[in-house]
């Protein structure tokens, strides 16, 4: 496997947690705009995306593979928890 090769199949190992992370922030910020008045699109589609990465790179640690329905549900839900974070975290 050629070097551009290894950087397509990270990037679209990738690609799902960072487009699920855009799409969370931006119906987060849609649904609860004054909750999430004074966080930014960006600041929240970033840990998302983040988080999201991390839950992908755990599934495919616990399950060997990619592409399993529940490693995408521990993606979602990696997706989901920094965004709750940063919007609801008790004390705000």
């Given at each position: ?43 929240l589609a ?30 979602i839900g ?15």
């Open positions: 496997m050629s070097p551009l090769d290894a950087l397509w199949h990270l990037l679209n190992f990738l690609a799902p947690a960072w487009a699920v992370a855009a799409l969370v922030a931006a119906l987060a910020k849609l649904l609860w705009r004054q909750e999430l008045k004074g966080q930014a699109w960006r600041r970033l840990w998302g995306g983040i988080g999201g990465s991390l839950g992908l790179i755990a599934a495919l640690a616990l399950f060997g593979r990619d592409g399993k329905m529940a490693g995408y549900g521990l993606m990696a997706v989901a928890l920094p965004q709750w974070w940063l919007a609801f975290r008790p004390g705000r």
